[in-house]
T-cell receptor, first 114, second 112 residues
Framework: ETGVTQTPRHLVMGMTNKKSLKCEQH?????MYWYKQSAKKPLELMFV???????ENNSVPSRFSPECPNSSHLFLHLHTLQPEDSALYLC?????????????FGEGSRLTVL | QKEVEQNSGPLSVPEGAIASLNCTYS??????FFWYRQYSGKSPELIMF????GDKEDGRFTAQLNKASQYVSLLIRDSQPSDSATYLC????????????FGSGTRLQVQP
């Protein structure tokens, strides 16, 4: 069991749907992240939040909309996605933004866009 | 040009052998280097980090760093089938943007 939980674990959606991914960390960390993992590609950093303030948006299309209501919860709202957005979306947390380089990842949400 | 480059593998080694995983990086300003292990269907977990040139040992794992050559490696001694996983190299630059840049990973298969 990890200290970072993500729901749902699997999601299938059409291009016109609106859905959300949820992440919750139980580690008392201050920073939370969304990463995208596609087959044969490196992990791509999408968003960084520090004390629930967004500190980085890595040129992510506006069809991905993050929300961080507090330091323990992170959401990724999805709308009008494209098939190429199908991937594993990983949430992570850390004690401070990259103080040590140790990220604690959730199990991921596998997204399929039809 | 890829910022962090790894051979995708699979790297296949027999049980008990030494597995050698390699990584090169392009940013000379990189200061911190990390190895994450990701089992199939699971999330990545940190197993080693190294900041200084040379070797760093932790149990069966040894991380090696050569900043002049922009090269970092992970050696796994006495490889076990349970070591079969994808190993992700990650690099952090301490100037400006503090974020981890990951390689695409090397898949290791340890044959019993």
């Amino acid at each position: 069991e990890t200290g970072v939980t993500q729901t749902p674990r699997h999601l299938v959606m059409g291009m016109t749907n609106k859905k959300s991914l949820k992440c919750e960390q139980h580690l008392g960390h201050n920073a939370m992240y969304w990463y995208k993992q596609s087959a044969k590609k490196p992990l791509e950093l999408m968003f960084v939040y520090n004390f629930k303030e967004q500190t980085e948006n890595n040129s992510v299309p506006s069809r991905f909309s993050p929300e961080c209501p507090n330091s323990s919860h992170l959401f990724l709202h999805l709308h009008t996605l494209q098939p190429e957005d199908s991937a594993l979306y990983l949430c992570a947390s850390s004690q401070g933004v990259m103080n040590t380089g140790e990220l604690f990842f959730g199990e991921g949400s596998r997204l399929t866009v039809l | 040009q890829k910022e962090v480059e790894q051979n995708s593998g699979p790297l296949s080694v027999p049980e008990g052998a030494i597995a050698s995983l390699n990584c090169t990086y392009s940013d000379r300003g990189s200061q911190s280097f990390f190895w994450y292990r990701q089992y199939s269907g699971k999330s990545p977990e940190l197993i080693m980090f190294i900041y200084s040139n040379g070797d760093k040992e932790d149990g069966r794992f040894t991380a090696q760093l050569n900043k002049a050559s922009q090269y970092v490696s992970l050696l796994i001694r006495d490889s076990q089938p349970s070591d079969s996983a994808t190993y992700l190299c990650a690099v952090m630059t301490d100037t400006g943007r503090r974020a981890l840049t990951f390689g695409s990973g090397t898949r290791l298969q340890v044959q019993p």
